[in-house]
């Protein structure tokens, strides 16, 4: 069997359509509400509604250049220097080479180079600019943050589709447990609210049709498509022993990751959930847990028909001890390559506060899905020991993380 490995999570940030920083984000989750809003643009593309972050400055984003780059590193930037500040670790006296970063994104800065696209249409080659792909490629946002901070260590880019934030997290807690870093940054960002991504999603079936701002309804009869969303997550990986040597306080721990592929359709997820349950099963043996260990889950919860379903068999299925169960996407919506990092925190909130917040918009359950301890209504008291955060991809990628105190 694989030696456990639990990686302590010292700091974390977020930026989200709920706010600035962990707390906004996790308030506005307790207590939630529709944040969707109409937007002509995006309309006219295919979304009735959809979610973007707040607007900020440099009062929250500090440094020459960074008002000039894509949303997607921008939002990266937010989120990792609130997790690095929250850590207690110094950037200025760390060993950047043992320091890493893994980011996961799964479009990256589509928004700079649409609007490059734009810009060669109407004026030919002399409008492009020359900090396009500075600005736009993938990879961009994990090497503007390891410049930011001194970091030379093992620095990747993961790209898995809306897994992509959660595969981040696992691929940084194993670079941990491999011995080449002390310390490791991982993050998942997207900003792909834009309109030819939006239409894409749109013409593929994917986007709710509702004219509704609660039309992000998790495990709903009436649900029929998610709400694209945007913003980012953060975390700050260390060894246990690390931590407890310099007194830093504990947000919790990664104590186990699971990645599987389905190999069976390009978008559809496998209809049996067979590999999605083959990398739950991975994460909890990666933890040295059997699947009753579990008493919350933070599920992928798309609002989509076929997502939400065989989401809610497999959880059936693995954990007849009926753990509660919440969905953050009913109020954040679908952040793509974001959601399972955003998601990630919002379990590590609920570990540390004792509280689950409710899978909002959804009134009547599916009757069709199997009974599941769905958290509604209002946030349940509950201190959770064992969480585990579901993310799956287009492509066919699982991935589970299983977090613990």
């Known amino acids: 069997m694989t030696r456990t490995f639990p990686a302590a999570v010292t700091g974390a940030g977020l930026i989200t359509p709920a706010g600035i920083g962990v707390a906004d ?6 207590e939630p509400r529709a944040l969707a809003v109409e937007d002509a643009v995006m309309r006219d593309a295919g979304a ?49 080479g043992r320091v890493g970063v893994v980011v996961g994104t799964g479009i990256g800065g589509v928004e700079t180079l649409t609007r490059a696209q734009d810009r060669f249409t109407e004026r030919g080659p002399e409008g492009v600019s020359p900090y396009l792909h500075p600005r736009s490629l993938a990879s961009m946002a994990v090497g503007t943050i390891a410049s930011r901070y001194g970091i030379t260590g093992p620095c990747h880019t993961v790209v898995s589709a809306c897994a992509s934030g959660a595969v981040a997290i696992g691929v940084a807690r194993d670079l941990l447990r491999s011995g080449a870093c002390d310390t490791v940054i991982a993050c998942g960002t997207e900003a792909a609210v834009v309109p030819v991504v939006v239409s894409g999603f749109a013409r593929m079936g994917a986007l709710s049709k509702r004219d509704d701002p609660a039309a992000s309804r998790p495990f709903d009869a009436d649900r029929d ?3 694209v969303s945007e913003g980012a997550a953060a975390l700050v990986l260390e060894h246990p022993e690390a931590a407890a040597r310099r007194q830093a306080a504990e947000l919790g721990r990664v104590l186990g990751y699971g990645c599987t592929t389905d190999a069976h359709h390009p978008v559809q997820p496998r209809p049996d959930g067979a590999q999605a349950e083959a990398a739950v099963l991975r994460a909890l043996a990666d933890a040295g847990l059997r699947p009753d260990a579990v008493d919350h889950v933070n599920a992928h919860g798309t609002s989509t028909p076929l997502n939400d379903r065989i989401e809610g068999e497999l959880l059936a299925r693995l954990f007849p001890q009926g753990p509660s169960v919440t969905a953050n996407k009913g109020v954040l919506g679908h952040s793509l390559g974001a959601a399972g990092a955003i998601e990630a925190v919002l379990s590590l909130c609920s570990l540390r506060s004792g509280t ?4 909002a918009n959804t009134e009547q359950v599916d009757p069709q899905l199997p009974e599941l301890d ?28 299983v977090l613990g105190n």
């Open 356 to 359: 689950v917040p409710p899978v």
């Open 225 to 227: 498509g998610f709400v």
């Open 374 to 401: 769905l958290v509604l209504g209002g946030p349940r008291r509950q201190p959770p020991s064992v969480v585990l955060s579901n993310s799956f991809g287009f492509g066919g990628v699982n991935c589970a993380l």
């Open 48 to 96: 009735h509604y959809c979610l973007r972050v707040p607007e900020f400055g440099p009062d929250v984003l500090w440094g020459k250049g960074t008002a000039h780059l894509d949303p997607f590193i921008r939002y990266a930037l937010v989120a990792v220097d609130e997790a690095v500040r929250e850590s207690g670790l110094d950037p200025q006296t760390w060993d950047g």
């Open 25 to 30: 984000t996790w308030r506005t989750v307790l």
